[in-house]
């Protein structure tokens, strides 16, 4: 005679999963290696975007910054005639441009050379 | 730790009994359960889910499928709640007009409540006993055995309200 418990293992033994059809491992296994390879490509993908969207934004913000500090035009590129009048930081010549009254001394302004 | 090979065998070994337990997380939904236990597999491979020896493999991998199916779900839950009510409404007849065809047990672990379901299943299918089963689901011994005698009740009564106790054994 079977105890209680025996017969419900029976029930559940010969009745769980009964036509379930059960997916073949192999290939599950198999899908877990190309899911893992194909996760792998993405984060590398999303890491160079990144990257390279970080790279161009320095880039683009970073150049208008620096021309911007120095009042829109580039001392050293300056080649107007009155250059000279700035030139010589070394002999301590320079002349104080703070009273510089030329016309193009606006130009000077927020070039950090006072 | 396991090496890739072994793990490989380790998980054949069980993969049948995974795939049902699964079946069983899942309420029955086999797409959501081949789906859960391809995310499990995933999981293994990359390293993310790692056995450290406290319980037996099978428990542990168990415990993983569990709460692996509990987020799939939940996930459902969510996009279900997005549907507006006339989605629902066809969601819910397709579900009833399904209902007649699936099998009598099925059915009755359907009635039965989730964890008196999953307990059940694992004490008479999988054969484990109710300290790993409390291990697997997270639960106190005392909740377990709770979940275990109700489970039977319950189960008891269904097997009796459709009088097919014979048919299924």
Request: glycine residues 4%; contains cysteine.
């Given at each position: 005679?079977?105890?209680?418990n025996e ?108 | ?80 709640l997005q ?63 709770t979940h ?22």
């Open positions: 005679m079977k105890s209680e017969k419900l293992k029976d029930i559940f033994t010969n009745n769980l999963g009964k036509g379930v059809e059960i997916p073949q491992f192999e290939s599950m296994w198999r899908r877990a290696a190309e899911l893992k390879r194909a996760k792998r490509i993405m984060i590398w993908k999303i890491a160079a975007s990144i990257v390279l969207i970080a790279t161009i934004a320095s880039l683009l913000t970073l150049k208008p910054a620096q021309v911007r500090h120095n009042g829109g035009m580039q001392i050293s590129s300056w080649s107007e005639p009155t250059r000279f009048l700035v030139a010589d930081h070394e002999n301590n010549q320079m002349t104080d441009l703070v009273h510089w009254t030329s016309p193009t001394g606006s130009l000077l302004k927020e070039n950090n050379l006072k | 730790m396991y090496a890739e090979t072994e793990w490989k065998n380790n998980l054949q070994e069980l993969h049948q009994e995974s795939y049902l337990w699964s079946l069983t997380c899942c309420h029955f939904d086999e797409d959501l359960a081949k789906d859960v236990l391809q995310i499990v597999y995933l999981k293994i491979y990359e390293g993310k889910a790692i056995f450290s020896n406290k319980s037996s493999l099978k428990t542990w991998l168990f415990s993983v499928i569990r709460f692996t199916s509990i987020d799939a779900m939940r996930k459902i839950r969510k996009q279900t549907l507006n009510n006339h989605h629902q409404w066809i969601a819910e007849t397709e579900q009833f007009a399904e209902s007649p065809d699936k099998q009598l047990f099925t059915k009755i672990l359907q009635t039965l409540s989730g964890q008196q379901r999953e307990v059940l299943t694992l004490a008479f299918y999988h054969d484990l006993t109710l300290e790993e089963i409390a291990a697997l689901m997270k639960l106190s011994i005392g909740s377990v055995r275990y005698s109700r489970g039977k009740d319950n189960f008891k009564k269904l097997l009796s309200v459709y009088k097919m106790n014979n048919d299924l054994i």
